[in-house]
């Protein structure tokens, strides 16, 4: 079975500050990746995913991931966070072979220092 | 383009009360997901529709829940009857076809006490 580890449960940066958020997966064939974000009282805006092809990323709002199969890892970045980037971020892996049901990590939670 | 839509955007009931949630997907969206977030958790899937048809409800509690998706377009969620357990986000969302992104409404936070 698919799972998803976001290690970080809170992550605290200084506003623009780099920002790198932990996601290792576990699944047996290639998998399709994302990031979400979530803010306080709304739904998940997805950031980015991967598919295939390149394996560096570029999504929304200035953020990357970077897909390396070696080490199971789908990390995201910034290079420099925003005040507004506070939210929880989530990973998730979703089927690659149709169904698209995707299974969600626990969550990283981003406070932004000013 | 209007979002997924989702109703009511909160709502408390007592245990052993039945409760249902509504959505309406994006326009033209084939696929519907309902998904579980308990807080601290990522969103858990519950029930997958294709068009009007299940297609994985296998993280589904049936013996409480249940959910239909009646001519392929709006979808509702039931729960009867509620257990302090059910407490949670249940998140709506919508994709084109079974393999494309999925867009999320706002969610129902549900407080059973």
């Known amino acids: 079975a698919q799972s998803v580890t976001q290690p970080d449960i809170h992550i605290t940066v200084s506003e623009g500050a780099s920002l790198e958020l932990r996601c290792n997966y576990s699944?047996?064939?290639?998998?399709?990746l994302f990031w979400y974000v979530q803010s306080p009282g709304q739904g998940l805006q997805l950031l980015l995913k991967y598919f295939s092809g390149d394996t560096l990323v570029q999504g929304i709002k200035g953020f990357e991931a970077e897909f390396k199969r070696s080490q199971s890892s789908f990390n995201l970045r910034k290079p420099s966070v925003h005040w507004s980037d506070a939210a929880e971020y989530f990973c998730?892996?979703?089927?690659?072979?149709?169904?698209?049901?995707?299974?969600f990590g626990t969550g990283t939670q981003l406070k932004v220092e000013l | 383009e209007a979002g997924v839509a989702q109703s009511p955007r909160y709502k408390i009931i007592e245990k052993r009360q039945s409760v249902a949630f509504w959505c309406n997907p994006i326009s033209g969206h084939a696929t519907l997901y309902w998904y579980q977030q308990i807080l601290g958790q990522g969103p858990k899937l519950l029930i997958q529709?294709?068009?009007?048809?299940?297609?994985?409800d296998s993280q589904l509690p049936k013996d409480r829940f249940s959910a239909e998706r009646l001519k392929g377009v709006d979808s509702t969620l039931k729960i009867q009857p509620a257990k302090l357990e059910d407490s949670a986000v249940y998140l709506c969302a919508s994709s084109l076809r079974q393999t494309g992104e999925q867009y999320f409404g706002p969610g129902t936070r549900l407080t059973v006490t």
């Open positions: 998730a892996v979703g089927e690659a072979g149709g169904g698209n049901k995707l299974t």
């Open positions: 529709f294709q068009n009007n048809g299940v297609v994985d």
């Open positions: 699944y047996g064939a290639t998998p399709y």
